[in-house]
Structures are given as structure tokens and as C-alpha cells.
């Protein structure tokens, strides 16, 4: 299975608390952080519900 790369690279102050919950869910905590996910549909709708805060990389 491919992974994926996603990186915060906005703030989540000013965004509606169920984007910060999604950004939990994927594991970022602060700007800058990195994490690695399997690419799986749940994890990539997560990601396009906060596609203006984070930026995504395919291995």
C-alpha cells in the first residue's frame, strides 16, 4: 500500500473545531510537523477537509 506524506503548514486558530479535530486525527499538532499515512479513502478525506491548512506528498 503507498503511503502519503502530510505536513501542517497553516494555523488551525480561526478554524472550526471540527477541522482542529481532523488535524488531531492525522496526528499534527503544530506548524511544520510531518506525519506518514497509509493512502486509504478515510485518510484522504481528512486531508481534503483540511486541504487549505496542510500540504501532501506520494511516496
Not at 2 to 11: D, E, F, G
Not at 15 to 26: D, F, G, M, S
Request: aromatic share 0%.
Amino acid at each position: 500500500m503507498s503511503k502519503i506524506r502530510v505536513k501542517q503548514v497553516r494555523s488551525k486558530i480561526n478554524c472550526p473545531e471540527n477541522q482542529k479535530r481532523t488535524l488531531a486525527a492525522l496526528g499534527l499538532k503544530k506548524i511544520g510537523q510531518v506525519v506518514e499515512h497509509d493512502d486509504t479513502p478515510t485518510i484522504q478525506g481528512m486531508v481534503n477537509k483540511v486541504k487549505h491548512l496542510v500540504s501532501v506528498e506520494t511516496n
